[in-house]
């Protein structure tokens, strides 16, 4: 099966920097993905990592390490709308053939402070 | 672009009364899932299906059915509904293969369902 484990709370001021950290057990996955989800809406993509190393989108970064099962989300020039809940997944190489379905983590809610 | 549409964005059931989520998609994706979404349990696959005819269980399946007879359409049925089954469900859908997008699951708005 799979585990992800990230912190369940993170809090931060604007204009900041703030990791949120992502470690998880898997028999073998196709690569960790990124979630954001405001209050009262639906989980939006933000990033995708398939291979080790750094991905960069705009203020938002993230990064994957397969040999040490561990990633994380990096947010730049914190604002107030970065207030929200992160989720990291990974999609199951095991059930690849049949689909491959993501799993979750069970999401890190970040507070941006003025 | 439509993208993924769920109904009833609202539901109130009693417990024991069956009820159909529906989740359509325009998007041509083959893969189309189901989640539940609980306070401090983050998403949890119920069900999800990689093609019209095909579908396999989650991690919390039980008292949930699904059926995908065509690549539009995934609905996720309720047979006798507990109040354990009050949460906030989310469809979702993603290419598959090597198609572009294969990597970014597209979400529905959501349906939040409370059992009695």
């Known amino acids: 099966g799979q585990s992800l484990e990230q912190p369940s709370e993170v809090t931060a001021v604007e204009g900041a920097i703030v990791q949120i950290n992502c470690t998880y057990q898997t028999s073998g996955f196709y690569g960790l993905s990124w979630y954001q989800q405001h209050d009262g809406g639906a989980p939006t993509f933000l990033s995708y990592?398939?291979?080790?190393g750094l991905e960069e989108t705009g203020r938002f970064s993230s990064f994957l390490s397969r040999s040490d099962s561990y990633g994380y989300l990096l947010l730049q020039e914190l604002q107030m709308k970065d207030s929200a809940s992160y989720f990291c997944?990974?999609?199951?190489?095991?059930?690849?053939?049949?689909?491959?379905?993501?799993?979750f983590g069970q999401g890190t809610e970040l507070s941006v402070k003025p | 672009n439509a993208g993924v549409t769920q109904t009833p964005k609202f539901q109130v059931l009693k417990t024991g009364q069956s009820m159909t989520l529906q989740c359509a998609q325009d998007?041509?994706?083959?893969?189309m899932s189901w989640y539940r979404q609980d306070p401090g349990m983050g998403l949890r696959l119920i069900h999800y299906?990689?093609?019209?005819?095909?579908?396999d269980q989650g991690e919390v399946p039980n008292g949930y059915n699904v059926s995908r007879s065509t690549t539009e359409d995934f609905p996720l049925r309720l047979l006798s509904a507990a109040p354990s089954q009050t949460s906030v469900y989310f469809c979702a859908s993603r290419a598959q293969g090597t198609r572009s997008g294969a990597n970014v699951l597209t979400f529905g708005a959501g349906s939040r369902l409370t059992v009695l």
């Open positions: 997944a990974v999609r199951d190489r095991a059930t690849y053939n049949q689909g491959g379905k993501l799993i």
């Open positions: 299906s990689v093609g019209a005819g095909i579908t």
């Open positions: 998007m041509n994706h083959e893969y």
């Open positions: 990592n398939g291979l080790d």
